[in-house]
């Protein structure tokens, strides 16, 4: 059994077709996060002093220990596809191991991260912790990006676990062109991921 | 698929993808320094500017982009258009509002 479907000729074909449809649905999702990275970035411009402040009410740390973990799973993605491209099935199985594992690890931060928020009322309703008004703003984006973020990691998750499985169950798997679609899915999320955070965590820290 | 020499050992993947995952720490690291050093509000353009290093990165290295592949590139590039007219028409409308 082999990794060709149809309506697909030979497996070159059907590889160019996976690759071309997902860089287009990858396109599609990078407008979605663009347009809320430029509500972010016009607010900061309209609203510097609130956004600066909220910006800094956010938990650096977790922050960059997600952001590191997120760029170390691109790095065991990367290296899965790489190795499944090369016929190594042992570690293109680590690779996505290993990424589903940081996915996993990322998940439970950012959880902790949100419990800690809501204890510190930093959820923009009632008895919300920051007096400015346009601070409530900020906050809303960071709960509606993050959230829509963690959303994407998760679907990413579902994913890599699927492509394990078929991986573990049949080595054909490897030429498959749906293990370089899932690898170039979870890139997109880390690449959303390491603007959220400059934009999130890093405003108003020097002043 | 392409002309590009593939690494087709476990230590030849390893060496190129390890390089690109430091030089990443690496800028992770500087950024978060650079935020807590006064710049004269020229924090945020360098911030978002080393994400967009650290993005390029990712797309060619990992998401293999580096490939000469004009097909994806076309693809890359309309993405990257629409998006500019997207900033572009926002900036344009913030910078020429009237209060």
């Known amino acids: ?22 860089w287009a649905f990858l396109g599609s999702e990078a407008m979605l996060f663009s347009a809320l990275i430029l509500a972010l970035i016009a607010g900061r411009y309209l609203h510097g002093a609130a956004f600066a402040a909220a ?8 922050g960059t220990a997600n952001t590191a973990i997120l760029l170390t799973s691109s790095l065991t993605m990367a290296i899965a596809a790489e190795a499944a491209e090369a016929k190594l099935r042992r570690l293109a199985l680590w690779g996505l191991a290993a990424t589903l594992a940081l996915g996993l690890g990322f998940l439970a931060l950012k959880g902790l991260e949100w419990a800690e928020d809501i204890e510190r009322h930093l959820w923009p309703g009632v008895g919300f912790a920051l007096e400015a008004p346009a601070s409530r703003l900020f906050f809303a984006l960071y709960w509606i990006m993050t959230a829509l973020h963690a959303v994407h990691v998760l679907a990413g998750l579902c994913l ?9 169950r049949r080595p054909a798997t490897l030429e498959s062109p749906a293990l370089e679609a899932t690898a170039l ?19 108003g820290r020097a002043g | ?31 978060v320094v650079l935020a807590y050093v006064p710049l004269q509000g020229l924090n945020t353009a360098i911030s978002i500017g080393i994400a967009g290093v650290k993005t390029v990165l990712v797309l ?24 500019g007219f997207l900033f572009g028409l926002v900036f344009f409308e913030i910078a020429w509002r009237v209060n």
Do not use: K, N
């Open chain 1, 160 to 168: 890599i676990a699927v492509m394990m499985v078929r991986l573990a």
């Open chain 2, 60 to 83: 060619w290295f990992f998401m293999e982009l580096r490939r000469p592949d004009p097909l994806l590139r076309l693809a890359g590039a309309a993405s990257l258009l629409w998006i």
């Open chain 1, 185 to 203: 899915y979870w890139h997109l999320v880390d690449c959303v991921w390491i603007f959220l955070f400059p934009l999130l965590y890093l405003g």
């Open chain 1, 1 to 22: 059994m082999t990794a060709l479907r149809e309506p697909w000729r030979s497996l070159r074909r059907q590889r160019e077709g996976v690759a071309l449809g997902m």
């Open chain 1, 55 to 62: 910006s800094r009410e956010t938990d650096i740390v977790y």
């Open chain 2, 1 to 31: 698929m392409s002309g590009l020499s593939e690494p087709r050992t476990i230590g030849g993947i390893l060496r190129r993808m390890l390089i690109t995952w430091v030089v990443l720490l690496a800028l992770l690291g500087s950024t």
